[in-house]
């Protein structure tokens, strides 16, 4: 995409972190707004904070994990502007724990809003994106750890690994049809940014029963916080580079320079048919 004044943006995850500096950064260039999250308050906050700075922005309360929701997305936005220009699937939420510990609430809560989100999001915007006649483009949020294979992350990394080979997939569709729909898949490290919190928007029937937690379970979580917030680049200068992404019609937008080299040690791992390495120790890298 060249052209993005007065294009339409629709954003997943828009009233917050990620998704929001997103909305900015395109809001930034003129384009108008379709947010999407589950989260009414800040959703409204949002879209009340672009209105005063005279950007047109519509906001949409939707779970991601559900179908017919993001298809009334689709309908909603096209209803409004008739086309729909870039389509920024990022909605996301990162539950943590040992492999074997995960619940099935813990499975499908995450992989129906990482996963089938982005599934939900491709069905509905998709067929209508081929049927306009504009050009257009797909941003898919998956991680780094859609990359990589870190301990304490299982359930995460499954969803992530899967919005990643997703995004090649339909890469590969579209270009079989010509179509004149970019992609591209975001893989970033840690961002400061609200997602080690994301078990504020878990559905009551996905929420595991109260108990007591484990020190190494409260480490765990302790950990992933300060990891989160510790994060060296910003929202912000994500949001830089997903623009530069769609603006060049680049795949892969890797924001964090100096993991590729855990990315490169994977490869090798698979390459050379060595175990997988624990490439966030340091000691244990080859």
Same mark, same amino acid.
């Given at each position: 995409?060249?052209?993005?004044?007065?294009?339409?943006?629709?954003?997943?995850?828009?009233?917050?972190?990620?998704?929001?500096?997103?909305?900015?950064?395109?809001?930034?260039?003129?384009?108008?707004?379709?947010?999407?999250?589950?989260?009414?308050?800040?959703?409204?906050?949002?879209?009340?904070?672009?209105?005063?700075?005279?950007?047109?922005?519509?906001?949409?309360?939707?779970?991601?994990?559900?179908?017919?929701?993001?298809?009334?997305?689709?309908?909603?936005?096209?209803?409004?502007?008739?086309?729909?220009?870039?389509?920024?699937?990022?909605?996301?939420?990162?539950?943590?724990?040992?492999?074997?510990?995960?619940?099935?609430?813990?499975?499908?809560?995450?992989?129906?809003?990482?996963?089938?989100?982005?599934?939900?999001?491709?069905?509905?915007?998709? @067929?209508?994106?081929?049927?306009?006649?504009?050009?257009?483009?797909?941003?898919?949020?998956?991680?780094?750890?859609?990359?990589?294979?870190?301990?304490?992350?299982?359930?995460?990394?499954?969803?992530?690994?899967?919005?990643?080979?997703?995004?090649?997939?339909?890469?590969?569709?579209?270009?079989?049809?010509?179509?004149?729909?970019?992609?591209?898949?975001?893989?970033?490290?840690?961002? @400061?940014?609200?997602?080690?919190?994301?078990?504020?928007?878990?559905?009551?029937?996905?929420?595991?029963?109260?108990?007591?937690?484990?020190?190494?379970?409260?480490?765990?979580?302790?950990?992933?916080?300060?990891?989160?917030?510790?994060?060296?680049?910003?929202?912000?200068?994500?949001?830089?580079?997903?623009?530069?992404?769609?603006?060049?019609?680049?795949?892969?937008?890797?924001?964090?320079?100096?993991?590729?080299?855990?990315?490169?040690?994977?490869?090798?791992?698979?390459?050379?048919?060595?175990?997988?390495?624990?490439?966030?120790?340091?000691?244990?890298?080859?």
């Amino acid at each position: 995409m060249e052209n993005f004044e007065s294009k339409v943006a629709v954003i997943t995850g828009g009233a917050s972190g990620l998704g929001l500096a997103m909305a900015k950064r395109f809001a930034a260039q003129g384009m108008k707004l379709v947010l999407a999250d589950i989260e009414e308050g800040p959703l409204h906050a949002a879209v009340g904070g672009f209105a005063r700075q005279g950007v047109h922005a519509l906001g949409v309360r939707t779970d991601v994990s559900r179908a017919d929701e993001v298809e009334a997305l689709a309908a909603r936005a096209y209803d409004v502007h008739g086309a729909v220009h870039l389509l920024c699937n990022n909605a996301g939420v990162a539950p943590g724990g040992l492999a074997w510990e995960n619940s099935v609430a813990d499975w499908e809560w995450c992989l129906g809003v990482n996963l089938w989100g982005v599934v939900h999001g491709l069905r509905s915007f998709v @067929p209508r994106m081929l049927a306009q006649d504009a050009a257009a483009h797909i941003v898919n949020t998956a991680s780094v750890a859609g990359l990589l294979s870190p301990p304490n992350m299982a359930v995460y990394c499954v969803s992530k690994h899967a919005v990643v080979t997703l995004s090649e997939c339909l890469y590969q569709d579209l270009r079989g049809k010509n179509a004149a729909i970019g992609v591209s898949v975001l893989c970033p490290a840690y961002v @400061p940014t609200g997602i080690s919190e994301s078990e504020r928007n878990r559905p009551d029937d996905l929420k595991n029963p109260t108990r007591a937690m484990s020190a190494e379970e409260i480490a765990r979580k302790e950990q992933m916080r300060h990891a989160v917030k510790s994060g060296r680049i910003t929202a912000e200068q994500v949001a830089d580079s997903v623009f530069e992404a769609v603006r060049d019609d680049r795949f892969y937008i890797l924001t964090h320079e100096k993991i590729k080299a855990a990315i490169e040690i994977r490869m090798q791992d698979i390459l050379l048919g060595r175990s997988p390495t624990d490439t966030f120790s340091p000691r244990k890298v080859p």
